[in-house]
């Protein structure tokens, strides 16, 4: 299985992230890249490749120009109003005020299009976020010419990231414009399926109204873990999309049994729904000693996990995501590609 990634993630590394009250280093590190990229290269899985450019094309057909633009020119309008650190959203519109006006002002334009504030946009952000998108389109790339599967290693993630909103550590939503690629390309079904400890809320959000694009995710219960406000049982779909949309939210100190049983219920919905091409939100903070997640998987578990989802025998592109324990994130990682490989 072929391996893209770009060198360019390290150009997104913010100085901090609030958590439990305190400046800590982010979860979210350039580290956790090289853990993989390791992993990978000594379990002889080392046909890793350099992307090339970003296509912007499909973002712009599938997300709101606005929050593009956002993207691309925040740390210039951020410096140019004077502002001396890193961006981080301070003020967001909340119940009762208006979510249809869009303020002039940087300071609250980043609130309008951020939804947790521990996502931090530094000078980099921009180019490393266009880098991860371009590792994912590589890869789908790679699938339509006929692989049965290829690695994005994307850094920054991205399946938090919404049609018009960053935040849990995502910019761009690597694996939604990959689906609408597939889609682009003639897959006339496509499944999502996010086995990252958190809730896929961007990619929920982006099909939620869709027909065309299964989406089924894992995660810890929203009343438990963030994002806190989305992954309901009852969250099924809208309109055209109802009944694409299957979440499995699951208890604090869920083990490999109980989330097997969703994996293989997802799994068997895929199946019913009749896909024709599937992509993998590949988190691996499901992992039992991962520090911002609660369920109890272990090492051994990803592989099989992956064994399961490559019996599905689909053209499959995974997307990184998650995993924070960044001294096993490289062996869960690849125990995912290696159990799909060997299925």
């Known amino acids: ?7 360019d993630h390290r150009m997104h590394f913010p100085q901090a992230e609030l958590s439990g009250g305190e400046f800590v280093t982010p979860y979210e590190r350039p580290s956790r890249v090289e853990y993989v990229l390791a992993r990978l290269k000594e379990r002889g899985m080392s046909d890793i490749n350099d992307p090339g450019p970003v296509d912007l094309t499909p973002a712009r057909s599938l997300l709101d120009p606005g929050f593009l633009e956002f993207l691309e020119t925040a740390w210039d ?36 299009y951020c939804h947790a504030s521990e996502t931090a946009i530094t000078r980099g952000t921009w180019a490393a976020a266009c880098s991860s998108l371009a590792s994912a ?47 682009d390309g003639g897959a006339a079904k496509v499944a999502v399926l996010d086995i990252d400890f958190h809730h896929g809320n961007g990619t929920q959000e982006i099909f939620y109204d869709r027909g065309d694009v299964l989406f089924a995710s894992l995660h810890g219960a929203p009343e438990d873990s963030y994002p806190y406000f989305i992954g309901y049982a009852d969250e099924t779909g809208r309109g055209p999309g109802e009944g694409a949309n299957i979440n499995y939210p699951m208890l604090p100190g ?75 994130v490289g062996i869960n990682t690849v125990n995912v590609l290696e159990g799909f490989e060997d299925a």
Request: glycine share 10%.
């Open 1 to 7: 299985m072929k391996t893209f990634y770009s060198e």
């Open 77 to 112: 309008d951020w410096k140019a109003a004077g502002m001396a650190g890193e961006i981080i959203a301070a003020n967001v519109p909340a119940r009762h005020m208006h979510l249809d006006r869009i303020p002039r002002n940087i300071d609250g334009k980043v609130g309008y």
């Open 137 to 183: 389109q590589a890869a789908q790339r790679h699938v339509a010419a006929g692989a049965r599967a290829a690695f994005a290693l994307c850094r920054p993630p991205g399946h938090h990231a919404t049609k018009d909103q960053f935040g849990g550590y995502c910019f761009l939503n690597n694996a939604a414009i990959v689906a609408q690629m597939m889609r």
């Open 254 to 328: 869920t083990g490999y049994d109980l989330w097997g049983q969703a994996l293989d219920d997802a799994i068997a919905k895929i199946r019913a729904w009749g896909a024709d091409a599937l992509v993998v939100s590949l988190g691996v903070d499901a992992y039992k000693e991962d520090p911002i997640s609660f369920f109890k998987l272990d090492s051994p578990d990803f592989m099989d996990a992956g064994r399961r989802i490559g019996k599905m025998g689909l053209p499959t592109v995974f997307c990184m995501e998650g995993g924070y324990a960044i001294e096993a």
